[in-house]
């Protein structure tokens, strides 16, 4: 019920980037190519994502909504989770302490959307829309004075926007980001955009890493291509000449989840632990891919903790992985 989520939401939903995260998460998940994201005073009052992904049929709008409701998992084993979301609690968590709403149009069907106000679901209506889905999340908080409050200037707001759309970007490079301030209305001011990358994945990948991170770290990384017993680790790693001064250029995945996890950032730092002085951080962006039963992304429903079944074997591959290639590059 509206108190529960309301709780819930209260783990799920920080801020307006962390729904931002949320909601592009599961434009991803759908299978969108394109999406574009728009938000207006930070986020605060309005976030709005736009994909061209497989979309939700009239009947299953309602169920979107619902606790628990997923359509990514049966339940019947936890452990195997491919997708982002798996616990069905970000669209009623949202729909808790915002004015949300949803239109989506599943292949020929018509158009419809649903709106949630305070736990609240009206009713599904008949809607315009070409394909895809349109999710619109109004005055986040407003029904939660409390979580106002801790809500920092619409210009801080808006970099943790920015910073979350750039990771999920970076993990993504075959799909095309825009990111938009349409604070004040109209069109707005795209803040960031990235095309859709081709070639193979390394191509893509550095195209988007050029793009994202500029083109003297895509010019001073190193490919990072290993496997070991299960873990395959991809990415770059910038040369330890390349410096961004104090300021730390780390971007670590699993299994395509943007991750802030110490024991990675450790291994990260270990790998380099020769090359670099201690007040200069190493700099890549680096993506673990494994079997999910190898890796529990359970920890936190802020999913960006992970705890891996064997943690020195993932360490291992990173240290080794990166000092091999550091060194083939002559260091
Ligand atoms: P979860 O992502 O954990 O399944 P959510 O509350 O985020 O839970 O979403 C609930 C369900 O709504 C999803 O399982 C999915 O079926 C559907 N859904 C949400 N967003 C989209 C989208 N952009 N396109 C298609 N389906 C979506
Ligand atoms: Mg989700």
């Not at 019920?1 to 980037?17: K, T, Y």
């Not at 004015?99 to 599943?106: E, F, G, K, N």
């Not at 999710?135 to 920015?162: C, G």
């Not at 891996?308 to 590059?329: K, N, Q, T």
Request: proline residues 4%; aromatic residues 6%.
């Amino acid at each position: 019920d509206a108190a529960i989520n309301r709780i819930a939401a209260g783990e799920v939903v920080e801020r307006p980037a962390s729904a931002v995260k949320e909601l592009v998460e599961n434009a991803i998940d759908a299978g969108g190519r394109r999406i574009e994201i728009a938000y207006a005073d930070g986020g605060k009052t309005l976030i709005r994502i736009t994909d061209d992904g497989c979309g939700i049929t009239e009947a299953q709008l309602p169920l979107a909504l619902s606790r628990h409701a997923t359509s990514k998992i049966d339940g019947s084993d936890l452990l195997d989770i491919h997708t982002f979301g798996f616990r069905g609690e970000a669209l009623p968590s949202l729909g808790a302490v915002g004015r949300l709403s949803i239109t989506s149009r599943v292949g020929r069907a018509a158009a419809a959307s649903i709106a949630v106000e305070g736990g609240q679901m009206g009713p599904v209506k008949p809607a315009a829309l070409s394909g895809g889905t349109i999710v619109e999340l109004r005055d986040l908080f407003y029904a939660t004075p409390a979580r106002l409050k801790f809500m920092r200037s619409d210009r801080a707001e808006a970099q943790a926007i920015t910073d979350v759309v750039k990771r999920l970007a970076m993990a993504e490079p075959f799909i095309g980001f825009t990111l938009r301030d349409v604070t004040g209305g109209g069109e707005g001011r795209v803040t960031f955009r990235a095309e859709a990358e081709s070639g193979d994945l390394f191509d893509a990948l550095h195209g988007r890493l050029a793009r994202i991170l500029g083109k003297e770290f895509a010019e001073n990384a190193l490919k990072i291509d290993a496997e070991r017993e299960g873990l395959r680790l991809i990415g770059y790693a910038a040369l330890p000449t390349y410096s961004r001064g104090s300021s730390v250029a780390q971007y670590l995945f699993v299994n395509g989840r943007p991750v802030k996890d110490k024991l990675l950032v450790g291994a990260l730092r270990g790998a380099y632990f020769d090359y670099l002085s201690r007040d200069r951080h190493p700099a890549a962006a680096l993506f673990i891919d494994c079997d999910p039963h190898l890796v529990d992304v359970n920890v936190h429903p802020a999913k960006s903790e992970v705890r891996f079944r064997d943690p020195g074997l993932a360490r291992g591959l990173i240290v080794s992985s990166l000092r091999h290639a550091l060194a083939e590059a002559g260091h």
